[in-house]
């Protein structure tokens, strides 16, 4: 196992869309350990949440300033609003579960920005995030190192 090899999962499990939808497959092919590589992209993908939780609502208003970036700013906002009654309709149990369904723009970082543009609280929301990305990490390793792999880990 190559620490090299963990760093490049770490980081691509902080990137915005891919995650760790991505990061654990990788993973899972670089060969690294089912729990190294659960642990390793859980904890990546979660490094950013409170980031943007506190400071996304000041970015995006300094971004409507600057032309070209206030169309960055528009998109990000209409992706927020376009998943808001998604989550509204069950308050943190949504946002889990917006989070825990791994498809491309359903992660952390777009249910970050859904509770922050709700004005959701920390301590509500980070939890519900937490777990939404631990459900979507054993939904990957499932199905990137197979039921088989994951029970010989339980077992």
């Known amino acids: 196992m190559d620490i090299k090899?963990?760093?490049?999962?770490?980081?691509?499990?902080?990137?915005?869309?891919?995650?760790?939808?991505?990061a654990i497959p990788m993973g899972a092919?670089?060969?690294?350990p089912f729990y190294i590589n659960y642990i390793i992209s859980v904890v990546g993908n979660m490094l950013p949440v409170p980031f943007i939780?506190?400071?996304?609502?000041h970015i995006l208003h300094w971004m409507k300033k600057i032309p070209k970036l206030d169309k960055i700013a528009a998109?990000?906002?209409?992706?927020?609003?376009?998943?808001?009654?998604?989550?509204?309709?069950?308050?943190?149990?949504?946002?889990?579960?917006?989070?825990?369904?791994?498809?491309?723009?359903?992660?952390?970082?777009?249910?970050?920005?859904v509770a922050s543009m709700l004005d959701m609280r920390m301590k509500r929301s980070i939890p519900a995030i937490l777990l939404g990305v631990m459900?979507?990490?054993v939904i990957m390793s499932l199905a990137s190192y197979g039921a088989i792999g994951f029970l010989k880990f339980l077992l």
């Open 5 to 22: 090899n963990i760093l490049y999962i770490f980081l691509c499990s902080m990137v915005p869309i891919i995650e760790l939808r991505v």
């Open 29 to 32: 092919a670089l060969d690294i």
């Open 53 to 57: 939780l506190l400071f996304i609502r």
């Open 75 to 113: 998109w990000i906002e209409n992706k927020a609003e376009k998943n808001k009654a998604k989550v509204l309709k069950y308050a943190t149990f949504g946002l889990y579960i917006f989070v825990a369904i791994p498809l491309p723009g359903t992660g952390a970082w777009t249910g970050a920005l």
């Open 135 to 137: 459900t979507a990490g």
